[in-house]
């Protein structure tokens, strides 16, 4: 069930199965949060950044469940996150031409205006920031 936060800056977090299927759930969340807030420009961005997150949980950690959450941190900051269970910090590898995975990390450098994770005592949270485009 999503919900919104109940303190702190606005947003929706779900916890989801830490399942490839749970993507298309994460991009709804995504979406919906960004169309309410009326930043629809962002949609196409947060929902490919959202994405590689959930992908990269799904692959490299051994997580049950993931918390996927989109906040309005200010009013020109949207950060997009994942938090799983797993201690194992995220890493932006080398890619060669030919290889097909490896390249989520890169995007997500690429489309967001900044992103890192934050560790937590029982896991950690990798996120990205979007920013919001001037009215």
């Known amino acids: 069930m999503t919900r919104p936060t109940a303190v702190g800056p606005i947003g929706y977090t779900e916890t989801l199965p830490c399942k490839p299927e749970t993507a298309r759930r994460a991009r709804l969340l995504v979406s919906a949060a960004l169309n309410t807030w009326g930043v629809g420009e962002l949609v196409d961005v947060g929902t490919l ?50 290889d097909e995975t490896g390249r989520g990390l890169v995007l997500v450098d690429a489309l967001s205006h900044r992103w890192g994770y934050s560790e937590i005592r029982w896991g950690k949270t990798v996120w990205a920031e979007l920013a919001v485009p001037a009215c």
Do not use: F, Q, W, Y
Not at 65 to 71: E, I, N, Q
Not at 78 to 84: A, C, Q, S
């Open 49 to 98: 950044i959202v994405s590689e997150l959930v992908g990269n949980a799904v692959r490299h950690t051994p997580c049950r469940l993931v918390r996927v959450s989109v906040r309005r941190v200010t009013n020109d900051l949207v950060r997009i996150g994942v938090t799983d269970k797993s201690h194992a910090l995220p890493k932006m590898d080398l890619v060669a031409g030919g």
